[in-house]
C-alpha cells in the first residue's frame, strides 16, 4: 500500500507543476490585461487571449478532476487503512469546488466574444 500512496504523491507533484505552469499563463495574460487598459501595445491580440484563456482554464479543470481522483484513490488506501477519514473527505470537497469552479469559468469565457477584451475572465484560480 505504501508504493501505491507514494505513487499518486507523485501524481499529485506532476499535477502541481501543471498548476505553476497554469499560473504563469494567468500572469502573462493578466498583464497583457494591463496592458491593454493602459493603451499600450499587449503582448497577445483579444482572439489568442481568449484562446490561451481557454486552454488554461481546460488544463486547470482537468487538474481539478486528476486531484480529485488522487483524493479519491488516497480516501480508499485510507479507509482499507482503517485511518481517520475527515482530512480525506475534506480534500474531495474541495476537490470537487475546484472542478464546479472551473466549469462556471469556462462557462463565463464561452459567453465571451473575441471582438471583447478577454478581461472579464479572471484568468487567476
Known amino acids: ?52 484563456t481557454t486552454i488554461n482554464r481546460i488544463v486547470i479543470l482537468l487538474s481539478g478532476f486528476f486531484f480529485l481522483y488522487i483524493n479519491y484513490e488516497l480516501y480508499k488506501i485510507a479507509k482499507a487503512k482503517k485511518q481517520d477519514l475527515k482530512s480525506y473527505n475534506l480534500q474531495i470537497i474541495a476537490s470537487i469546488l475546484v472542478v464546479i469552479s472551473e466549469l462556471i469559468a469556462l462557462y463565463v469565457i464561452s459567453l465571451s466574444s473575441t471582438e471583447t477584451n478577454a478581461d472579464i475572465e479572471n484568468p487567476n484560480i
Do not use: H, P, R
Open 1 to 52: 500500500m505504501k508504493k501505491e500512496e507514494i505513487k499518486y504523491i507523485d501524481y499529485q507533484i506532476i499535477t502541481l507543476v501543471i498548476g505553476v505552469v497554469t499560473s504563469i499563463i494567468a500572469i502573462v495574460i493578466t498583464y497583457n490585461q494591463k496592458l491593454a487598459k493602459l493603451g499600450k501595445k499587449t503582448i497577445l491580440n483579444n482572439k489568442d487571449t481568449l484562446s490561451l
